[in-house]
């Protein structure tokens, strides 16, 4: 098969979650396992670290990857969903996977697949193990799915997890208290491996994730006791940060530049400060030089995108890829800090979700331009302008996402502002992302 032959073969024989939702969610890891075991176990070959969380464990993974690479590791990189190419889930040092390797592991495990009947997402974590295997990767960074006990990325052993914060998301499969998404998110978590939470959310969260790592007598830091990350200000388009050790005092990092500046990184940076010091407890040699450089470049070493980008000025557009209640709220209070103008909102869905509680926080006051991202589960603009009416949010509907930001361009003064969003897959039909 050709590449596109191959990739048509992935999304047209695999249950592709992104595409059918819950049709194509399959707990448990046995499958994988057989796949892995066909391969060899590549994921035994290298040393990983594991990332769960609601929100936010996209951002830690890629600048985790950025330190680790700028340290002079050969990183590996597997995170999920891709927003332009199938081949953005699959690094090494920041390069995407191969089309060759990918046509050569589907032709060599077509028969296993047919046999096995595994999830697209199951191959697609058999297959980045395999890489970087071959690769001979000195460490991958790993971006679990969804929840984490049962997540296809399940079967490594790390040298470090890390749970970033715990949201509602996805309750029909992870439950619907946050003691019971804390519980599958803490799934991750191996005996006496060291375990950092970025945020310290509440009581119930922390003692299901304190009891998970006694448990399994892994070595706990909650980030945020240990660290405060302030906000110091923008110079050159970076954000400035400073970091203190809450324990001792000492002011650990000053004027840290970021190129991620969604103000909601400054928690996912406490525990990227954490686990860094993690690795260097374990004998990793991560030097600050090596900090500072990837934190201020993490985009362009990794390829990130879409979290808190900013696509034009006058007006200035931004785009983020937050899609649930916590993601949004802090996305849209950060979006307000920087509006001066009319705020514009270029907003779609997919449909299995319930977004009543989404809709509710967006403003009033604003223009709304209803749209609907190239995807199967997507939400029908016109049932979006109905819904979104319902909570007072007004604006016209549009067949994709290219017209409706088109149309809030035109509409727009200069000290105007537009939000893309609302979905991941709204931001991966932004044109030159």
């Known amino acids: 098969m050709t590449y596109q032959e191959t990739i048509e073969y992935l999304y047209d024989r695999l249950p592709v979650f992104q595409n059918i939702g819950a049709r194509a969610f399959k707990p448990g890891l046995h499958t994988t396992r057989e796949l892995c075991k066909l391969l060899g176990d590549p994921q035994d070959q290298f040393p990983t670290i594991h990332i769960a969380g609601t929100n936010g464990k996209g951002s830690t993974s890629h600048m985790l990857a950025a330190i680790l690479q700028e340290a002079g590791y050969r990183v590996g990189l597997y995170t999920s969903p891709h927003l332009k190419d199938f081949r953005e889930r699959i690094r090494v040092n920041g390069v995407p996977v191969s089309e060759d390797f990918i046509v050569d592991f589907i032709d060599d495990q077509k028969s296993n697949i047919e046999r096995l009947s595994p999830s697209f997402f199951e191959v697609t974590v058999a297959m980045a193990f395999s890489y970087f295997g071959r690769s001979k990767v000195d460490v991958a960074v790993i971006e679990v799915g969804m929840g984490g006990r049962l997540d296809s990325t399940n079967v490594i052993t790390p040298e470090l997890s890390v749970i970033t914060n715990i949201s509602f998301d996805h309750m029909q499969f992870l439950g619907d208290t946050l003691g019971k998404i804390a519980a599958e998110k803490a799934g991750i978590i191996k005996n006496a491996v060291p375990v950092v939470v970025s945020e310290d959310q509440n009581a119930e969260i922390s003692d299901v994730i304190t009891a998970a790592a006694e448990n399994a007598q892994a070595p706990l830091t909650f980030a945020a006791r240990a660290y405060?990350?302030?906000?110091?200000?923008?110079?050159?388009?970076?954000?400035?940060?400073?970091?203190?050790?809450?324990?001792?005092?000492?002011?650990?990092?000053?004027?840290?530049?970021?190129?991620?500046?969604?103000?909601?990184?400054?928690?996912?940076?406490?525990?990227?400060?954490?686990?860094?010091?993690?690795?260097?407890?374990?004998?990793?040699?991560?030097?600050?030089?090596?900090?500072?450089?990837?934190?201020?470049?993490?985009?362009?070493?990794?390829?990130?995108?879409?979290?808190?980008?900013?696509?034009?000025?006058?007006?200035?557009?931004?785009?983020?890829?937050?899609?649930?209640?916590?993601?949004?709220?802090?996305?849209?209070?950060?979006?307000?800090?920087?509006?001066?103008?009319?705020?514009?909102?270029?907003?779609?869905?997919?449909?299995?979700?319930?977004?009543?509680?989404?809709?509710?926080?967006?403003?009033?006051?604003?223009?709304?331009?209803?749209?609907?991202?190239?995807?199967?589960?997507?939400?029908?603009?016109?049932?979006?302008?109905?819904?979104?009416?319902?909570?007072?949010?007004?604006?016209?509907?549009?067949?994709?996402?290219?017209?409706?930001?088109?149309?809030?361009?035109?509409?727009?003064?200069?000290?105007?502002a537009i939000y893309v969003g609302g979905s991941t897959f709204v931001v991966a039909d932004i044109e030159n992302l």
């Open 228 to 416: 405060d990350v302030t906000y110091v200000g923008m110079r050159d388009g970076l954000m400035l940060v400073n970091i203190q050790n809450r324990g001792s005092g000492d002011l650990e990092a000053e004027n840290l530049a970021l190129d991620l500046t969604g103000s909601y990184q400054l928690k996912n940076v406490a525990g990227v400060w954490a686990a860094r010091k993690a690795l260097l407890s374990k004998g990793w040699n991560i030097c600050d030089e090596a900090v500072i450089r990837a934190l201020r470049a993490v985009g362009s070493i990794t390829g990130l995108k879409g979290r808190w980008q900013q696509l034009g000025q006058a007006p200035n557009v931004y785009c983020d890829t937050a899609h649930n209640t916590a993601g949004l709220t802090a996305t849209l209070a950060q979006f307000e800090s920087v509006c001066k103008g009319k705020k514009r909102f270029v907003i779609g869905f997919v449909g299995d979700k319930d977004i009543s509680t989404m809709l509710s926080l967006f403003p009033r006051d604003a223009q709304y331009y209803f749209c609907e991202p190239s995807n199967m589960r997507a939400l029908k603009a016109p049932e979006l302008q109905a819904r979104a009416l319902e909570c007072g949010l007004a604006g016209e509907t549009f067949g994709n996402v290219k017209e409706a930001l088109a149309a809030a361009l035109r509409d727009s003064a200069p000290t105007d």
